[in-house]
């Protein structure tokens, strides 16, 4: 049974790492462009390709709070790392994701930014927890200096990282919806993908504020 488990943790994270990104990217895209707008798919695709090279770049390679293990590596992440965040967090919000109707915005906004936020937690929470137990993520935080189990270095910041990560992207990308899609703004994409990455960048730096120590 142990071995049958390995054997399955092994499959899932080679698929989740080096086939479902370059499926899932070109997948995903088509389907926001096919259901909203070029504009709404570069921003709800764009921003997680940016994100996930930017973020984890700075947190691997900079500030050395976790690190990558494996094939194709640049420096301590995967190069391909954008196209993994990108093609999973397409799929998580194009399951969550309802357009706002006229007259009941504010519940839309609530809805796929809860909604989002679960899927998130749940996805990239066991994601994670299989691949420090793989060895494939390493995760230097308090509990991982005081050698405790997988289940608690995971789960020490992670849920809430993941829950504001993605209330943050559901959020921001249901504003988008309505200003590119509903609105036809096209030009505002030069000014909402950089607010929407600050938005992203700020909730999923609040738990490493809140919850390591300095």
């Not at 080096?18 to 997948?27: A, D, L, N, T």
């Not at 189990?149 to 919806?177: D, N, R």
């Not at 200003?179 to 505002?188: D, E, R, T, Y």
Request: positive net charge; glycine residues 10%.
């Amino acid at each position: 049974m142990n071995t049958q488990r390995l054997s399955l943790s092994k499959i899932f994270l080679f698929e989740s790492k080096y086939v479902f990104p370059f499926i899932g990217f070109p997948v995903f895209l088509w389907l926001w462009l096919r259901d909203g707008s070029p504009a709404f798919a570069a921003l709800v695709m764009g921003l997680p390709l940016v994100f996930g090279y930017v973020i984890p770049g700075i947190g691997t390679n900079v500030l050395k709070l976790w690190r990558f293990n494996g094939p194709w590596l640049m420096g301590r992440y995967f190069f391909h790392h954008g196209f993994i965040y990108a093609a999973t967090f397409g799929m998580e919000l194009y399951l969550g994701f309802f357009p706002p109707a006229p007259g009941n915005e504010a519940w839309a906004l609530i809805g796929n930014m809860a909604r989002t936020a679960a899927i998130m937690v749940f996805i990239g929470w066991s994601h994670d927890l299989i691949a420090v137990r793989e060895g494939v993520i390493e995760i230097y935080n308090a509990s991982w200096k005081r050698g405790a189990s997988p289940e608690t270095i995971v789960s020490q910041s992670t849920p809430l990282c993941y829950a504001l990560l993605g209330a943050a992207y559901g959020g921001m990308a249901t504003w988008g919806y309505q200003i590119l899609v509903q609105q036809g703004n096209i030009s505002a994409l030069w000014w909402l993908f950089p607010l929407s990455f600050a938005v992203m960048a700020l909730a999923g730096s609040i738990p490493y504020l809140l919850m390591e120590p300095r």
